[in-house]
Structures are given as C-alpha cells and as structure tokens.
C-alpha cells in the first residue's frame, strides 16, 4: 500500500468536446451557429462554457441544451488523456 506521502492529487485534466453538428446559441445580437471544432468546457453559474480552440471564440449552453447536444451526437467529449473519445 502507497504511503500518504506518495499520495497526490492529479493536476486537472483540462476538459475538451467536439462540436460535430449544428449548435446555435444565442447572444446579445441573435442567434449563432458555432463553429464545427474542438472546444474547451468550462462549467460556470450559468451553464456550460465553450471556447474554441482555433480562435477563442466563446459562448454559453444552459447546462440541459449542452447535455441535450451530447445525448443527440452533436457534441461528443473527449477523453482526459486525449486518446479516444468517450
């Protein structure tokens, strides 16, 4: 058994998902479609944030459309280590 000594919390794995298909969101003027991409996820008070990898583009999901996207296929999550897709 590891002693406590060689017992240490993991660096958080920076969370990734892929847009594959359409998602609109809404912002101050309209509605948009958001790039096809891999984004960062970033939780926060008002649902589930992503940035786009290739040029920061960033919006919100409440967190029930980000969970729909993901159950419908148009959002896929990847993996922590970035070996396969969940």
Not at 12 to 25: G, P, T
Not at 40 to 69: K, M, P, W, Y
Request: charged fraction near 25%.
């Amino acid at each position: 058994m590891a002693s406590r000594s060689q017992m240490r919390p993991k660096p958080a794995a920076q969370k990734r998902a892929v847009i594959r298909d359409a998602v609109w969101y809404c912002a101050d003027n309209g509605k948009h479609l958001a790039p096809r991409g891999e984004y960062d996820i970033e939780s926060n008070e008002s649902g589930v944030g992503l940035c786009s990898c290739a040029d920061s583009n960033r919006f919100t999901l409440s967190f029930d459309a980000f969970v729909q996207h993901v159950n419908e296929g148009r959002i896929t999550l990847i993996a922590a280590n970035n070996s396969r897709k969940l």
